[in-house]
């Protein structure tokens, strides 16, 4: 699986992160984390910056939809779907405590994750995502924001994802 993050058109990855980010991230630090990185991370709590958006937009669409899903900021691909076999509000902190998203096996999307010897998450893509830094629990997956906030890109994603705002 290590040949997955190798030299390609655009770092590690073939596409350039997304245009249009979720959440208000920072383009710029998207495409250094995910594609031109190996080993670091956003800055801790990023994802509860002032200029983020995604404290609240998360709860709202977990309160709506019951789970978010979190997707590849270069593809479009569906990595995280949570919070899955606990609360939102278990999952947040737990988030917080650690400094980034946490995410367990059960909510990882196994068919576009992988993680490399050393416990580097990537996508199959050539995305950056964090790493596993196991605990007591069992894996948890310590994933840059950044790297998961890209927009569904298949039609049936987008379905989910919208609901009744498809296409916008």
Not at 142 to 151: D, F, P, Q
Request: with cysteine.
């Amino acid at each position: 699986d290590e040949k997955i993050m190798s030299k390609k058109a655009n770092g590690t990855s073939d596409v350039p992160v997304q245009e249009n980010l979720r959440w208000g991230v920072d383009r710029d630090t998207a495409d250094r984390i995910c594609n031109h990185n190996r080993h670091y991370a956003e800055r801790s709590q990023y994802f509860l910056h002032p200029s983020v958006t995604f404290f609240n937009e998360s709860r709202e669409e977990v309160e709506k939809n019951g789970t978010m899903t979190f997707y590849d900021s270069n593809t479009g691909k569906p990595l995280f779907t949570a919070p899955k076999g606990r609360s939102y509000d278990d999952f947040m902190k737990e988030s917080r405590a650690h400094g980034w998203p946490s995410f367990r096996d059960d909510e990882v999307d196994w068919r576009y994750v992988r993680v490399l010897r050393g416990g580097e998450v990537v996508s199959v893509d050539g995305t950056h995502l964090g790493h596993n830094l196991p605990d007591g629990k069992g894996n948890r997956y310590c994933i840059n924001l950044v790297s998961v906030a890209g927009r569904p890109v298949n039609e049936e994603e987008k379905a989910i994802h919208y609901g009744e705002e498809k296409g916008k």
